[in-house]
């Protein structure tokens, strides 16, 4: 059976203008014939208009008759060019040329140390690398650890600028929300009272400092 648009809308159709069976309804319409029996008793899709399959290009006329006459046969849907353009299409995976693969632990090494907030999940899928890769950028274990410095990916023409932005972006909000959930990392337990500062006790002001000299206290005494 090919998916079709619409089944629920079909089905109402083929219900209420044809003399199919149930089950030739549901296998078409790809349903349970008990959900169809529940369409010809007014119990489901109620509100629904039907959808005719010979009008929108689903099924021709060859096909109904065939049904129609034979209780036992399956009715088979025309594929439909519009469907097959609504299929969600994949992205392919980010190709890397070459020439750029050599320049990729330098754009790791850019990221480790200028925003450590993006995760390695994120840096390999920007950088169409893995997660080990990353690892040994970051504890210098890789081959050419020796030759390994710190290159902006966009300068390097392994992303554009956007892209990074948004990844940088992304990658800073999660890191707020996270530290903001954890209550943040300088923040005080709520009703902690500061230490008090120490008190600076000054020293008590000499009796003898601004008292004019004495004989005594310059040429002494004669005993």
Known sequence: MTEILMPKATAVWLVDNTSLTFEQIADFCGLHPLEVRGI?????????????????????RDELDKAQADPNYRMKAVVSRHAEMLKPVKAPPRYTPVSRR?????????????????????????????????????????????????????????????????????????????DARNGGATLQPVGAEPEPEPEVVEDEPDPRRGAEPTAESVFGTRD
């Open 102 to 178: 050599q320049d990729r632990p330098d754009a790791i090494m850019w990221f480790v140390k200028n925003h450590p907030e993006v995760t390695d999940a994120q840096i390999a899928k920007l950088l169409g690398t893995t997660k080990a890769t990353i690892e040994t950028v970051r504890n210098r274990t890789h081959w050419n650890a020796a030759n390994i410095k710190p290159v902006d990916p966009v300068t390097l023409g392994l992303v554009g600028q956007l892209q990074l932005d948004e990844v940088v972006r992304k990658a800073a909000e999660k890191k707020a929300k996270d």
């Open 40 to 60: 010809a008793d007014g119990d489901v899709a109620r509100d629904i208009r039907g959808a005719d399959p010979l009008v929108n290009g689903q099924l021709t």
